[in-house]
Each structure stands twice: as C-alpha cells, then as structure tokens.
C-alpha cells in the first residue's frame, strides 16, 4: 500500500506545535490544487492520505462525480477507503493535495478548525509553482480560505461555489461546499458543486 506520511515532519513535532504529517501530493499533470487547513487527528484516520476521516464524505463526492458510483473508493468491508484507487485516480485527472497549514497547535481535543492555531503557514505560491499546469487552487471551509487570501493578498475572499482571481497569477481560488457532513447541505448538492467545478477547471480548453 504506497503511503504519503512525511516521517521527517513527523519527527518534528512537538507538544507546542502538530507538524505536517503528510507530504505534498503533486501530480506533475495537475490543474486542480485542494487545500484544506490541516488533517484530523491521526486517531480519525482509516488511510495515510487525504480526507482520510470516513465519515468525511470528500471521496464519496469525488466517486460520484466522476464514476456514478459514491462507493467507488470505499472499501466498505474494512471501513477504509481504497487508497491505490484513489492515488491512480488523482494522478490521472490532475488532481493535488495539501493544506494551508504545515503545523498548527490544536486549542481543543477535536477536529475543528476553529480550535486550530496557525504556527506555520504553507507557502501557497511554492506550491503553485511546482504545478505547470494548475487552474485553481479549491477550498472547502473558511480557515482555509481566509489562510490563503491574506497570504495572497485576496481582499474578498470568494463564496461557497465562486472563485477569485489571485493576483499575479492566472490561477484562481475556487470556494467549495465542505465534504463534512457536518456542513448542512445535502449529498447530491455537494456533488453537483464538485461537479461544475471539475468540469470549468479539468476540462481540456480550461474556462
């Protein structure tokens, strides 16, 4: 099973600050970069990779989108996720992950992201940089969003299902409906953000 734990940032972590425990996964062929602000605890994890929670409903939005079928990536006997599936998935689209956050310090014993402290925040425009071919950057909750307009001088942060432009860039910052189901809207409505989204973003001729 291919796993994408960065064991060096794992080394360094300590009680003050949580590190980044994975590494940038970066399709050389990406259009589309997610960025969350940071992954759950590693006690809600089924996989070593993104969205890795399974009750989150990410994979189940994306299998959906893009085979008709919201069980494609879930390895519902063992409740996991199939993580090669998803890996082959992404490198064939161009699809990359990574959060806004490469370590917080977590106020609250729990996952939200109100009780994260940002101690060190991703350097976005390195990440964008090593992505050629990237159209939009997505994100799907407000910390996240706000992490990346205030590093990228975005004055108005963009609403669930708008994007803004970054300055200096021709990429854009595409807001998204969370895939928790936490976020109080209906399964089939997040599919149908993430579709239109997929569609302007990783189709052929761009928007």
Not at 113 to 133: I, W
Not at 165 to 183: E, G, K, M
Request: aromatic share 12%; hydrophobic share 40%; charged share 25%.
């Amino acid at each position: 099973m291919t796993s994408w734990l960065n064991q060096k940032n794992i080394q360094r972590s300590t009680e003050e600050a949580e590190y980044h425990p994975l590494l940038p996964f970066l399709p050389q062929n990406a259009r589309v970069l997610f960025l969350g602000s940071f992954p759950p605890q590693r006690k809600r994890w089924c996989m070593d990779f993104y969205y890795p929670n399974f009750i989150n409903d990410h994979w189940r939005i994306q299998g959906q989108v893009f085979y008709d079928d919201a069980l494609h990536f879930v390895d519902a006997a063992h409740k996991t996720f199939r993580l090669d599936t998803i890996v082959e998935h992404c490198l064939r689209t161009g699809i990359a992950f990574y959060d806004t956050s490469t370590a917080v310090r977590r106020l609250q014993d729990n996952a939200s992201d109100k009780f994260l402290e940002v101690v060190e925040p991703t350097d976005v425009r390195t990440l964008m940089s090593r992505l050629p071919q990237l159209r939009a950057i997505a994100t799907t909750g407000e910390k996240a969003t706000l992490t990346i307009c205030r590093q990228l001088g975005i004055d108005q942060p963009p609403k669930v299902n708008t994007a803004a432009s970054i300055p200096d860039s021709t990429v854009q910052l595409y807001r998204l409906p969370s895939s928790s189901r936490a976020y109080p809207l209906a399964f089939d409505k997040k599919v149908a953000a993430y579709g239109r989204f997929f569609d302007i973003y990783l189709c052929e001729d761009g928007i």
